[in-house]
């Protein structure tokens, strides 16, 4: 059963913080093997999803199904088979770059070698220097090394390329095709949308908690009757500019 | 067990932090107090009552200092967020939290005991082992209900500042329970309480002994077969010394033939155990509950 | 960081504080006796110099009948020396606080009564007297609790009761059974921290 199910299930789910409503009645279909780019400005809601898919948080309404799991009930399970690369984490800064993957593969139980995962995302020199020396880059790096511990099925990226210096942009990049490759679903959040276009095979839009649109790019061009050769970006711009106004009416 | 992984890593953070190994100079520094007051009351089994004269005082503190921090720091660092993604449950956390942790505490503790043991051999020679060994049984129970209260604390609040000043209310109430206790005993009673000829109330005595470290103090002084009381034990002895008067309650001095049956020091066992049970099932139920960021 | 430095602070305190945590111990270094008084020899030992927690210190004196002829002694409490205290004066005032020399001695008399707080009762005021024959000595030993000092120093053995000396007598007329104890005493320290 689960085995065939989407890698993200999302039905109407809704997130309030007393007034605030972070997220609105999210529907969203994820499926296996799939590459999909979650994009959004800052605070439309994207983190709070990937929050209520690792049952960080709960939402208010709605229902969450990760690998056709319950976040919450079933929360050891999905976390065995999700690999997170969280938005505006903290290390520990006491902490070699080596504790910090080898605490995570003990946690999950398998023994893959810190060093060849550090390795992957160019942190080969850096294996057991303290986190608390990183630069932004490295942390991120390092953030990466451990969510891809125990060949995750399912890879949740907020935003990944954050802090990255473009040769890291690059590098990760390059993971996320392995692990596609690989098999895995890789479902990350940006809100730099250069990347997205060279990734992801589909794409959702999400502004001020709804998702406003989502398919291909080429779907996308044609939805926001946008040129042939429109990026990203212009369908983005397209998109969310069209939802200000909307949002305007709504108040 | 799914979370022993963890209780590691947060038994490591103890260990190598400066915090546990100055709590555990401080017990000795503190505890180490030869007294002819101490000498006359248990003989060379003074080196035990060191135990407790450091543990008494700097094990609450320590245990709290280390712990209320657990969970709330790594919200303001944000590491939870790798914590969260473990897979684990919120009670797996919790416990591989509260028991790493102790673990830390528990091993800064018993070498506090151990060099005290060690100093006592050497300064009064061999002392009684059942006493020592209960007494380090003990040290135990109380350093993890105070670790239990730390992480509780840690569970309840948002901000560092917020938790700080939860662990500074406990250390202050605890300070000055006897004072509380007394003072709410007369207000309902409209008894005055006089601690030198305290007057014989089973609800008052067994109040006094309700907090941690005085259910640690009524152990211990059983263990050290000086007397029924939440005092110091050298303090407990003296009160039950003839023709000495201090200001200190203790069972046999307040009542005729040992009191009610539920001021049995045995019974602090119950009290250290509600200490660790009771802060640990509600630090449970808040982090169960509702989102962990 | 401050926490630390709080710590680190307060255990540094707390480790200047240790030496005067547990209460002071004393060792007695050095004893002068004399008497000028020919027929009597007085002399100190000190089979345990240190007044710690765990036992008191213990002096013997020892009197020896130096000359040919038999002496009396007439002492009150117990026979031959009294009840003796410690005193920082070889006279002290009336109000000094004289610190009490135990002896097994006053166990074994109804005359006097000498509590473990160092308060003592004379109970019978008639005085006992007593031979000591040519070459004869006699030992009594008398302990001091450390805890009854109030600090190091010199200090004197002194009569606890005032006016009750001793007294000795080689024919009819009594005369004062002088002589002169002196104790350095010194504070002890257990650990060298």
Known sequence: ?251 | MRWSPLARSESRTVLTSKGAWILASLVVLWGFRPTYAGWDAVGRNITVGYIQIGVDLFLPIGALLVSYQSLIGERTTGSIKFLLGLPLTRTQILLGKASGRFVGVGAAIVAAALALAGIGLVEHGPFGLLPFLGTLVATLLLASAMVAVGVLVSTVTRRTVTAATGVFAYLLVTLFWTQIVTSVYTAITGVPVDPYEAPASGPLFLALRLTPDGAYNVLTNWLLDVGNSAELFHIVATKLAPGVSVNAFVVEAAFDGGGPWYLHPALSVVVLLVWVGVPMALARRIFTEGDAL | MKRRTFLTASALSVASLSGCLGDAEYRITNTAAETSLPPISLSVDLPVADATIEHPAALTLTLENTVDDPLRIRSYGVWPFGVLALAPSPTPGEDTLKPTLFSPSYETTDRVEVSRGGSSLSLDGTPITRLLAPGERVSRRYELRGDDLPGSGTYYVVQNFDRRASRYSAGDDWKPLEYRIRLSIEEKRRLSI
């Not at chain 1, 789910?13 to 093997?33: F, I, N, P, Q």
């Not at chain 1, 993957?101 to 999950?108: D, L, N």
């Open chain 1, 1 to 251: 059963m689960s085995s065939s199910a989407p890698a993200i299930e999302a039905d109407a789910v809704t997130k309030e913080y007393g007034d605030v409503r972070a997220v609105d009645s999210l529907d969203l279909v994820v499926e296996r093997g799939e590459t999909y780019g979650f994009l959004g400005p800052n605070g439309a809601g994207k983190s709070t999803t990937i929050g209520l898919l690792l049952d960080y948080l709960r939402p208010t309404s709605g229902t969450v199904r990760v690998l056709g799991k319950d976040p919450r009930r079933d929360v050891v399970e999905v976390h065995d088979r999700v690999g997170v690369l969280p938005d505006r984490f903290g290390l520990y800064e006491d902490r070699s770059a080596r504790q910090h993957v080898s605490f995570v593969a003990e946690a999950k139980r398998v023994d893959d070698a810190p060093e060849s995962l550090l390795e992957r995302v160019g942190l080969g020199d850096a294996v057991d220097d303290d986190a608390g020396d990183f630069s932004s880059g490295m942390e991120q790096r390092l953030a990466l090394a451990m969510a891809l511990v125990g060949d995750p099925e399912l890879l949740i990226l907020d935003e990944p390329f954050s802090g990255l210096d473009p040769h890291g942009v690059r590098r990760v990049r390059d993971i996320v095709h392995e692990e596609t490759q690989r098999g895995a679903t890789v479902f990350f959040s940006s809100h730099v949308l250069g990347q997205v276009e060279l990734v992801c095979d589909r794409i959702g839009v999400l502004h001020e908690g709804r998702l406003v649109a989502e398919g291909t790019l080429d779907e996308l061009r044609d939805r926001t009757a946008s040129p042939d050769d429109a990026t990203v970006e212009d369908v983005f711009v397209e998109l969310t500019d069209a939802r200000v106004d909307d949002g305007g009416e709504r108040r």
